[in-house]
Nanobody, 124 residues
């Protein structure tokens, strides 16, 4: 059974940092692209970041480029999202997702497993 479990969310002041973790079981992050998405209240889920597994190519939404970094630890079978210089508009539930294959982009259809989400709240 595949599970993706996010952690690391919380309340932080604007300008602060958080690191989200996505612990995977039932699949190996070493051979799957991984992605992060978020959903703010009253809005649709949106893409945040993705990393392909073979080339480690990374891709970011314009709104987080230069502030967020996606990475993975193969030994821990865990994906991460380091978030710096946080803004109130980053407030959302953050979800990690495992790709259907090694290459992933910003589309929901690229992913077949999703975590339950972790809340990130940035105060002004």
């Amino acid at each position: 059974q595949v599970q993706l479990v996010e952690s690391g969310g919380g309340l932080v002041q604007a300008g602060g940092s958080l690191r989200l973790s996505c612990a995977a079981s039932g699949l190996r992050v070493s051979n799957r692209g991984m992605g992060w998405f978020r959903q703010a209240p009253g809005k649709e889920r949106e893409f945040v970041a993705a990393e392909s597994s073979t080339t480690l190519y990374t891709y970011y939404a314009d709104s987080v480029k230069g502030r967020f970094t996606i990475s993975r630890d193969i030994a821990k079978n865990t994906a991460y999202l380091q978030m710096n210089s946080l803004k109130p508009e980053d407030t959302a539930v953050y979800y990690c997702a495992a790709g259907r294959g090694s290459y992933v982009r910003a589309y929901d259809s690229d992913y077949d497993y999703w975590g339950q989400g972790t809340q990130v709240t940035v105060s002004s």
